[in-house]
């Protein structure tokens, strides 16, 4: 099983999102998937949110788009 990001990279990659830049695997340097995550129905709040896949070294991350991280 992979590690996942450091707080440090998911920072990053939260940066890049909310400039619109493009996003890549700051472990590999591969261009992330993005996919976009549904909001459930049981939930009274809804969030934005993004998963991010890496097709390279297959780490992912779940970001909320309007979320300062």
Known sequence: MQD???DDEIRLLGA???EGGPLRCPRCGAPLDRRPVPPR???SY???RLWL???GCHRTVVLDR???L
């Open 66 to 68: 309007r979320e300062d």
């Open 53 to 55: 896949v890496c097709p």
């Open 16 to 18: 890049a999102l909310a």
């Open 41 to 43: 129905r049981d939930v």
């Open 4 to 6: 996942g990001y450091t």
């Open 46 to 48: 809804v969030r934005d």
